[in-house]
Structure formats: C-alpha cells, structure tokens
C-alpha cells in the first residue's frame, strides 16, 4: 500500500521551499534503499484542503516565520481546514519546519498549540533555521525526510 506524505509549505523567498527540497530528497533517497512506496504530495498553503490532510499519513508543515508567527499563508491552511479535521484527524503524525530571519520561536508555539488542538502527533521536534541556510540546516531536513520514510516502513508511525 502506498503511503502518503502531505507537504504543505508557504515560501514568499524561496528559502523554505528549499528545506522542503532537502526534506523531500531525504524521503527519496531511504525510500529507495528500503524499498517503500511513498507519495510526496506537495501542495502550497493556499490550495491545500481538508481532504488533502485526510488522504495523509503523515503531514509536514513547512513556513517561514512573518512578523513573530507563522506566516499568513500558513494561518489561512489551518483556518481552511480547521472544522472539516477536528475529530478526523486524531493522531496524524505531523513534522514542522520552520525557516526565520532571526526568532521562529513563536511560530512553532503557535502551530505547535493547533496541532495539539487537533489531535495530532510531533514525529520530532521542528526543524528551525535561523538565517543562512546552512549545509548543516539541509542536512537536518534532508535526515528527517529519511527518518519520517523508514518509520512509516517500520510501522513506527
Ligand atoms: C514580511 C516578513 C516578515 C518577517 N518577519 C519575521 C519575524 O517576525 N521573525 C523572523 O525571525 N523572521 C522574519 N522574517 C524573515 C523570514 O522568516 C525569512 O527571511 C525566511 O527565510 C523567509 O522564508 P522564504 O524565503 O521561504 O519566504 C520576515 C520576513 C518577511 C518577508
């Protein structure tokens, strides 16, 4: 059976998009070598849907931070979906990276509060670049995208 991964990110700069790239290679390049079949699904903050998040088994969440939390994008995803995913989605593995110039602090506390109030479960602490994107940052994506593909194929998550 295939898994599906949920990518939903909001990228004004193009820096997110880039963690989200190393991510999705992470995913890549562990699947092929354990041999699982998986779909990235990536879908930009403002055209993902509730349904995209119910097909999910796994949803990631990638935003930078604007003006001391997630950025607007990024609210208006939760706002669409909110009431559809309320008591549908208990338990979805989620993943959360977070890209700012200097803080981000406060975004992940606030999505971290939504994704609480939905039921849904951290797979690892989020992912947060501060500044340059380092190859350091990359890797750190690149390593969850792997750990996310063989937990799936493991039936850790
Ligand atoms: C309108 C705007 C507001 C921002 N506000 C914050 C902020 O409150 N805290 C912070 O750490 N960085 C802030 N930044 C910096 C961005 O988070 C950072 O440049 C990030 O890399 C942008 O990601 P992107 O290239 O994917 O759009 C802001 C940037 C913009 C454009």
């Known amino acids: 059976m295939t898994r599906q991964i949920l990518v939903v990110y909001q990228s004004r700069n193009g820096a997110t998009l880039q963690l989200v790239e190393s991510f999705s290679s992470g995913v890549k390049s562990a699947s092929e070598l354990i041999d699982i079949e998986l779909d990235i699904v990536e879908r930009s903050a403002l055209s993902a849907t509730s349904a995209d998040v119910m097909n999910a088994d796994v949803l990631v969440i990638a935003t930078p931070e604007h003006f001391g939390s997630m950025a607007g994008a990024t609210k208006v995803f939760f706002e669409e979906i909110w009431d559809d995913c309320l008591h549908q989605t208990q ?28 039921g849904w479960k951290e797979f690892r602490p989020p992912v947060l670049v501060v500044g340059e ?22 039936d850790l998550i």
Request: proline share 2%; glycine share 12%; aromatic share 4%.
């Open 133 to 154: 994107i380092t190859e350091l940052a990359r890797e750190s994506a690149f390593e969850i995208g792997g750990l996310l593909a063989v937990s799936l194929d493991s």
């Open 91 to 118: 338990g979805l593995p989620y993943q959360l990276i977070v890209k700012a110039g200097t803080d981000g602090a406060q975004t992940i506390e606030g999505i971290q509060k939504l994704a609480n109030a939905q």
